[in-house]
């Protein structure tokens, strides 16, 4: 499978040719370039671990708000405690995610 980038947009297509018409902002064909292989390598390799931390990202979100949850619940000291070292934490591993994410985006393995 060979992937083409849209010069216009930067959207990726796989396939043996380059779209017609590019499906985010409807370029004609001449403005995709196939993508060399080994950048093609490079963000298929990237797509799965892309995908894992896009995963993550929603595991956190809900890790975050059962936390939140036993906080307002205020049983005790120690409960306490331990919550809002989960809300800590996962906001911080969401945040390093988000950075890591926009690290892929800028070395093109995004796609």
Known sequence: MTLWRCGVCGYLHDGDDAPDKCPKCGAPKEKFSRVSDEEAALITKARKTNYLHMKLTRFLVK?????????????????????????????????????????????????
């Open 63 to 111: 890790i975050r708000k059962y936390a939140e949850a036993g906080i307002h619940e205020n049983l005790d000291p120690a409960c306490v405690s331990i919550f809002n070292r989960i809300v800590k934490d996962s906001h911080e591993n969401y945040q390093s995610i988000l950075a890591e994410l926009e690290t892929h985006m800028k070395k093109k393995k995004w796609g």
